[in-house]
């Protein structure tokens, strides 16, 4: 097993397999890090998926480097900002789903779409922190906006209401909940990685079914 060390900041690192290079040159060892937000992705996050008056302040949040199996068959590095007290598990979690293989299409910070949850999901971009609040509920915080949510292949696991309403629009093929590539299933194995930190899924909900998000409360 091979141990990186950061400069400063590190909360938790995590990796298996034999000791390789660069992801990006076809390693299949799992690499993860969770570090406090350094300064230039804290200028990145200002003004907009962060902004003064959200629940939570950079303190509280730590910046993840993940290893993850992409939909092109190939180990790529991915970027989440989550609580700082879910940081050590999230990467164990992501450590569980490189085991499995399970693809993600891609995992970048929200800030690359505008902290825009539309486009990020549009982009079937995976995707935990974001300041913001509840779909349809004005004032009332997300919990993307304390660092304690996460959405996994928006488009493969769309968000679907009782009357059919279905975001990303993308994803109205596979409300239906078929055996794609990146589809997650009740009592599967990506549920399972989550429900090992303590995070429920809600494809769990009565209605609306959202397929692709997984929090620490459950809501």
């Known amino acids: 097993m091979k141990v990186l060390l950061a400069l400063f900041g590190v909360v938790g690192l995590l990796a298996s397999g034999p000791a390789a290079a660069d992801p990006s040159r076809g390693t299949t060892a799992f690499q993860g890090s969770a570090e406090r937000i350094d300064v230039a992705t804290r ?31 190939r180990v790529h590095r991915g970027r989440l900002v989550v ?37 990020s999901m549009g982009a079937d971009n995976t995707s935990a922190f974001n300041c913001r609040y509840v779909a349809g509920s004005p004032g009332v915080w997300s919990e993307h906006a304390y660092g304690r949510a996460i959405d996994v292949n928006p488009v493969e696991n769309p968000y679907v209401t009782e009357s ?38 809600g494809g769990n909900w009565f209605w609306p079914k959202d397929y692709q998000h997984f929090s620490a409360t459950g809501s």
């Open 43 to 73: 200028e990145r996050m200002s003004g907009v998926s962060w902004r003064p008056g959200c629940p939570v302040g950079f303190g509280e949040l730590r910046l993840l480097t993940v290893s993850h199996w992409g939909f092109d068959g």
């Open 164 to 201: 059919g309403y279905v975001s990303p629009p993308a994803g109205a093929r596979f409300a239906d909940r078929g055996h794609a590539k990146g589809v997650i299933h009740r009592g599967g194995p990506v549920v399972s990685a989550f429900a090992a930190i303590g995070w429920e899924w």
């Open 83 to 119: 609580h700082r007290d879910y940081a050590t598990g999230m990467v164990g979690a992501m450590r569980k789903l490189f085991r499995l293989r399970y693809p993600i299409r891609r995992m970048r910070l929200v800030d690359a779409y505008g902290a825009d949850d539309h486009r």
